[in-house]
């Protein structure tokens, strides 16, 4: 079984849509990553969440740690095709990181 | 540089040769990983090196992998013996002290065994 369990694994939406992306785990964790990645490059962080319940707002990204600190979810609002790419959330397991297998968003104008 | 960086960028390599995969980390970082990426799907966790200690080799997917860092810096990962099902973006991360801090990507290098 997967550490992490991302969903959907694709989307597809219009520009202006609203979109939301999750990341689940049996798991309790200290900490969570979201990564961005897009083509022919290495993900890129765009947040790390610490505190069960924590919100955080990048622009139109709102991320949200889940209470229990086991899932976390990333909300975009009105996407802009420039949001394509394969999201990925990351967790420590021992002393490195796990990361999701990703959700793969396209935004199309 | 001021980045993470891998070389070669593209590789192809015959099925039964050895190839060496480089990554040049960021000046300072203690931690360096190394991912597979297949066509279409996430990261899959190889190897990690923290500092002086004995890296976490767990992710390996076979005796045919292997790497090494040397000097706490460069690292090197080598896969003997290539098969088809190694085709795949290898990429390298570092981050200064490792596991909850930001973990900074290179490119990666793609590798294509034909």
């Known amino acids: 079984t997967q550490l992490l369990e991302q969903s959907p694994q694709f989307l597809s939406i219009q520009e202006g849509e609203n979109l939301t992306v999750y990341c689940n785990s049996s798991s309790v964790f200290s900490s969570l990553q979201w990564y961005r990645q897009e083509p022919g490059e290495g993900p890129v962080l765009l947040v790390t969440?610490?505190?069960?319940?924590e919100v955080k707002k990048l622009k139109r990204l709102t991320f949200q740690f889940g209470d229990a600190r086991k899932d976390s979810s990333l909300h975009i609002t009105a996407a802009q095709p420039g949001d394509t790419g394969l999201y990925l959330c990351a967790v420590p397991k021992g002393n490195d990181m796990r990361f999701g297998a990703g959700t793969r968003l396209t935004v199309k104008p | 540089g001021a980045g993470v960086s891998q070389s070669p960028s593209n590789k192809v390599t015959e099925k039964g040769k050895d190839v060496e995969l480089r990554c040049d980390p960021i000046s300072g970082h203690t931690a360096l990983y190394w991912y597979r990426q297949s066509l279409g799907q996430g990261l899959e966790f190889l190897i990690y090196f923290q500092g002086n200690s004995a890296p976490d080799k767990s992710g390996l997917p076979s005796d045919r992998f292997s790497a090494e860092r040397t000097g706490g810096s460069v690292s090197t990962l080598t896969i003997q013996r290539t098969q088809q099902e190694d085709s795949a973006v290898y990429l390298c991360a570092s981050s200064l002290w490792g596991v909850g801090t930001e973990a900074f990507f290179g490119q990666g290098t793609r590798l294509t065994v034909v």
């Open positions: 969440v610490v505190t069960g319940g």
